[in-house]
Each structure stands twice: as structure tokens, then as C-alpha cells.
């Protein structure tokens, strides 16, 4: 399993483009799977419904399957976030991880940034950057990309990890 990252800051558009990079991914006849670091409090469930009265009910773990599809909630109760490795080893095999957030994490990375947002880009001080997707360009010199040229970027990102040829 080949695993690279996407970094920025909130509304630097990481979601929109790794959403965009997917499906050129899937095209390749990948199988892609993602890991996303939220920074706040998430349901994927709706108040109301049984995997969410069971989960506050105070289940430890809840599935829920159907014919189309299954998702595993798993309620901390108090215990540590896992960490990005033993996330990993909850995601089922396939051929190219992503990874959105875990900004901090040892792991290839390219920075979706975007000046508007108001905040310093990180690949000054992350040497895990290994390429910029932005709006216009940056005083530096690693790759980069605009961050509309999704094709460009999947790119890079199947060669830098060794998967640039189509299967």
C-alpha cells in the first residue's frame, strides 16, 4: 500500500481537490482508499437513527451493513486518539492510501495552499513537503502546481509514489 499525504490549512481547498484526484486515480484501475484527520467533533450518523441511539446508548462500537455498503463507528470513551499508524492498519488493502490532514505526520505530502486564507504556507518548515498545489506561486523549489490542474498533480503523486504507470 503506497501512502501519500495532503497538508494545509482549513479552507485551503485540500477536500475539493483530493475529491477531484480520485476518481483520475480510480481511472488507472486503482484501488484508493483515504484517511481524513478531523479537528473536531464528527457524527456520520443522524440523530434519530438506531446505530446512533445504540452508539449513545453507550455501545462501544457500532456496524452498520447493508447490501450497498458498511461503516464501523468506534466511540473513544475517554481512550487516546489512535495514532496514524494504527489507523492504518484498520484500512482494508489497497493500492494507494490518501491521506488528508495529520499535517504533522511523517509522510509524503503535497501542500494545498492559498493565500487568502491568511496563514504562512507549511513546506518552509515541514521537510515532508514534497510539492505545492496553490493559486499562484511560491518562492521555493519544489514542484509545483496549480491547484486547478488535477491531472498535473495525480500525476506527480502515482510517480512519487511508484505507481505512474497505468494498469
Do not use: N
Not at 483530493?18 to 443522524?46: C, M, N, T, W, Y
Amino acid at each position: 500500500m503506497k501512502i501519500f499525504g495532503f497538508a494545509g490549512w482549513s479552507g485551503s481547498g485540500k477536500t475539493t481537490l483530493v475529491e477531484k484526484l480520485i476518481p483520475l486515480f480510480v481511472q488507472r484501475g486503482l484501488r484508493v482508499s483515504l484517511i481524513k484527520h478531523a479537528h473536531h467533533s464528527f457524527d456520520v450518523d443522524q440523530p434519530g437513527k438506531d446505530s446512533y441511539r445504540h452508539r449513545h446508548a453507550g455501545c462501544s462500537e457500532v456496524l452498520v451493513t447493508s447490501s450497498k455498503r458498511w461503516a464501523l463507528m468506534h466511540e473513544l470513551r475517554g481512550a487516546p486518539e489512535p495514532g496514524f499508524a494504527e489507523l492504518t492498519k484498520r484500512i482494508s488493502p489497497c493500492d494507494l492510501l490518501l491521506v488528508e490532514g495529520f499535517k504533522r505526520e511523517k509522510l509524503p505530502k503535497l501542500e494545498v495552499y492559498r493565500a487568502c486564507v491568511g496563514e504562512s504556507p507549511l513546506h518552509p518548515q515541514d521537510p515532508d513537503i514534497v510539492a505545492i498545489a496553490s493559486d499562484q506561486r511560491a518562492q521555493t523549489r519544489l514542484p509545483q502546481f496549480h491547484i486547478d490542474d488535477a491531472p498535473a498533480i495525480a500525476g506527480f503523486v502515482l510517480a512519487h509514489v511508484g505507481l505512474g504507470e497505468k494498469r
